[in-house]
């Protein structure tokens, strides 16, 4: 059984501090200070350049993948570290294109993650392929057999809505498409088993459920029957068979190695390293087990609560990641007002005020007093300062 | 007058060692461990996501970039950081391309970094272009009027050859052609001057003669006539004119800020930012003569001294950066013992021994030693582990 006191005791959470926005940036591992303290003075300061071979920096992509393949479904040697998530989706999706010639179809919904639809609308305008963008509910019905690139965030960055990813990938195989999935919102959150799912490539950043750090590298997922057919658009050299024989053409590294593009960043991954430390008394389904209860007990406090605001999450736990939204008009004053009063989540235009359960960190305690001050901030009108002002000074 | 004893005790420089190999991973300037440190508990840990405009996360890539500006012979708000260099390779080159419909040829040569020579062939198959790429020596001569791009390294990692930037901008220009430099060795190693050579982009690394760390973020510029009109491919949402309005379609943003592309990594930019504090108050002449010196008194001293190397870099300082190599067709363990002897450079295939100089930190003392730590490894043979030993026992 996992010991969520004891993971909750490896963070630095500020005190009077209720956190519910790790979903976009995780708080800082007590141990990543330590760590990359000491990569900085034992390895960069003493041993130089020698630290490539020596500290392992050259092999920290796969190290670092290894320990995150785990929480994914994935197996060892399946996983790479590096660049952003941004880049990772240009990678894969370039690759995944690439396996599928004759078809210029990639589909996907406007539940993604902005970011994704750009690299993919920047992809597709160079190689001449064509991103198609349905709402996540038409997503099954406009899999046709014209597709080349399934490519979806499983839980949406909004509501918190999470795509049945093994029937959605058994779908397109069906119409001989391959699926891209990310794993932003999923990847520390919930139980995700790519391998069971048998999806062909997926990305992910570092930085929210695996508190990575503020920029923390992303990671990019084959599965094993593509790693070596798999050619990317982003060649560079730490992709390469033979880096350092410096040779002119480029000949892709076996597996996932060639889905390195530049030198790894050492630092980062190096707090990140640390960040993962955290994982390895976790039980996944555990974890589940423990999102789903906070998220559930937050959706019954509010709604018996705050009759203020709607929900904007699925109520089927099934159908939700570790996030829960609700929607207020005026849900960027609530938001401030909610902040300000020590219980952190954020806020996504137009009226979502978006709370994020990280396990690993947040309890009952914060469930109890999120709901508690939401209420206590709708009821005495607190988050309208106008208002709030012109009845405390009347009474 | 740049007081180069004042930048040495800026860095931690092991004690014994002459480090002779900036031009690959820079030494820890003193100040990065601290600030890093800093910026983990004072601005990850206590204001978690609020970092990001509190702590000035967002907008670090543009005023780091702004620092790195001087050095290059840029403007304020010309460059931005972020990714690797083979990525801002892509990134420009794309960019580049796009601004120059109806010609598909990118020249570049075979001095050239191969990793940008990778992004550039895998660029082309993507986008249908051609790259041609030829000796160092006859890049002017093959610059043709269906030129689109001139990619180049300014200083070849291997010889420390210097391109004419002006001049084969000016030839590029002519033909109708525009300018990538890749100044990888070029920047904080030379005075580099790309608005009097009127490049059109130019992109670097950060982790050589800038000192950011292993793994540090690059950087990239564009001349300010392309920086509105420039469409890369790589589209990313922190390139979007309003990454928070969280849009369908990619709007790029104005300038320079629509090459970046993914979150920034924060934890990186902070021990780059450090080390560019370093460079405050160094006046890039003084740098670029106190390099001539440092590099013309190794090759006076090694051509005196070691009859059994032979120049491989430009004789004339002027053709040259500030890295210089030797030839030697024992090179690899002649490089071994050198740095057994406490002077560090590098090797790199077949027989290239490199070293290189950076006036921050190395020094007469560096030179001297260098010199004579290679004469007598030379002369005595204990590169030559068999025969020193047999040589060691019969006297």
């Given at each position: 059984?996992?010991?969520?006191a004891?993971t909750?005791?490896?963070?630095?959470?500020p005190s009077?501090i209720?956190?519910?926005?790790?979903?976009s940036l995780?708080?800082m591992?007590?141990?990543?200070?330590d760590r990359?303290?000491?990569?900085m003075a034992d390895?960069w300061?003493?041993?130089?350049?020698?630290?490539w071979?020596k500290a392992?920096?050259?092999?920290?992509?796969r190290?670092?993948g290894?320990?995150?393949?785990r929480l994914?479904?994935?197996?060892?040697?399946?996983v790479?570290?590096?660049?952003?998530l941004?880049i990772?989706?240009?990678?894969?999706?370039?690759?995944?294109?690439?396996l599928r010639?004759?078809r210029?179809?990639?589909?996907s919904d406007?539940?993604?993650?902005?970011s994704d639809?750009y690299v993919?609308?920047?992809?597709?305008?160079?190689?001449?392929?064509e991103?198609r963008?349905?709402?996540?509910e038409d997503?099954?019905?406009?899999?046709?057999?014209?597709l080349?690139?399934?490519?979806?965030t499983e839980v949406?960055?909004?509501?918190?809505?999470r795509h049945?990813?093994?029937?959605l990938t058994?779908?397109?195989?069906?119409?001989?498409?391959?699926?891209l999935w990310?794993l932003?919102?999923?990847?520390?959150?919930?139980?995700v088993?790519?391998?069971?799912?048998?999806?062909?490539?997926a990305?992910?950043?570092t930085y929210k459920?695996?508190?990575g750090?503020?920029?923390?590298?992303?990671?990019?997922?084959?599965?094993?029957?593509?790693?070596?057919?798999?050619?990317?658009i982003?060649?560079?050299?730490?992709?390469?068979?033979a880096?350092?024989?410096?040779e002119?053409?480029?000949?892709p590294a076996?597996?996932?190695?060639?889905?390195?593009?530049?030198t790894?960043p050492?630092?980062?991954?190096?707090a990140?390293?640390?960040?993962?430390?955290?994982?390895?008394?976790v039980?996944m389904?555990?974890?589940?087990?423990?999102?789903?209860e906070?998220?559930?007990?937050?959706?019954?406090?509010?709604?018996?609560e705050?009759?203020?605001?709607?929900?904007n999450?699925?109520?089927d736990?099934?159908?939700?990641g570790s996030?829960v939204s609700?929607r207020?008009?005026?849900?960027?004053a609530?938001?401030?007002a909610?902040i300000a009063?020590?219980v952190?989540?954020?806020f996504?235009?137009?009226?979502v005020?978006?709370f994020?359960?990280?396990?690993l960190?947040n309890?009952n305690?914060?469930?109890n007093?999120a709901v508690?001050?939401l209420a206590?901030?709708l009821?005495?009108?607190?988050?309208?300062?106008?208002?709030f002002?012109?009845?405390?000074a009347?009474?």
């Amino acid at each position: 059984m996992t010991d969520f006191a004891a993971t909750r005791r490896a963070f630095h959470l500020p005190s009077g501090i209720t956190y519910l926005d790790g979903n976009s940036l995780g708080p800082m591992p007590v141990a990543a200070a330590d760590r990359v303290a000491r990569m900085m003075a034992d390895e960069w300061s003493d041993m130089l350049i020698a630290g490539w071979n020596k500290a392992g920096w050259y092999v920290q992509p796969r190290r670092v993948g290894d320990r995150i393949a785990r929480l994914i479904g994935a197996g060892p040697g399946e996983v790479v570290m590096g660049d952003t998530l941004s880049i990772k989706v240009f990678q894969a999706l370039s690759a995944a294109l690439a396996l599928r010639p004759g078809r210029r179809a990639i589909l996907s919904d406007s539940g993604n993650f902005p970011s994704d639809l750009y690299v993919a609308e920047g992809l597709a305008r160079a190689v001449g392929a064509e991103l198609r963008v349905v709402a996540p509910e038409d997503v099954e019905a406009a899999i046709t057999p014209d597709l080349a690139v399934l490519m979806l965030t499983e839980v949406d960055y909004r509501t918190g809505r999470r795509h049945d990813m093994a029937a959605l990938t058994a779908r397109a195989h069906d119409a001989g498409a391959l699926t891209l999935w990310d794993l932003a919102h999923s990847a520390g959150a919930v139980d995700v088993d790519l391998t069971g799912a048998d999806a062909d490539f997926a990305v992910g950043c570092t930085y929210k459920y695996l508190n990575g750090g503020p920029g923390a590298p992303a990671f990019i997922w084959t599965h094993p029957r593509h790693a070596d057919a798999a050619q990317p658009i982003l060649q560079g050299w730490m992709g390469h068979d033979a880096p350092f024989a410096f040779e002119g053409g480029y000949r892709p590294a076996a597996g996932i190695e060639r889905m390195r593009v530049g030198t790894p960043p050492v630092i980062a991954l190096t707090a990140l390293d640390a960040a993962l430390d955290v994982w390895d008394g976790v039980a996944m389904p555990d974890l589940r087990a423990r999102s789903v209860e906070l998220t559930q007990a937050f959706i019954a406090g509010v709604e018996a609560e705050c009759p203020e605001v709607t929900l904007n999450s699925p109520r089927d736990p099934a159908l939700r990641g570790s996030q829960v939204s609700f929607r207020h008009p005026q849900g960027h004053a609530v938001m401030q007002a909610l902040i300000a009063a020590g219980v952190v989540g954020d806020f996504r235009a137009p009226d979502v005020l978006r709370f994020g359960f990280a396990p690993l960190y947040n309890g009952n305690d914060d469930v109890n007093r999120a709901v508690g001050t939401l209420a206590r901030i709708l009821r005495d009108g607190s988050w309208d300062a106008e208002k709030f002002h012109h009845k405390a000074a009347v009474t």
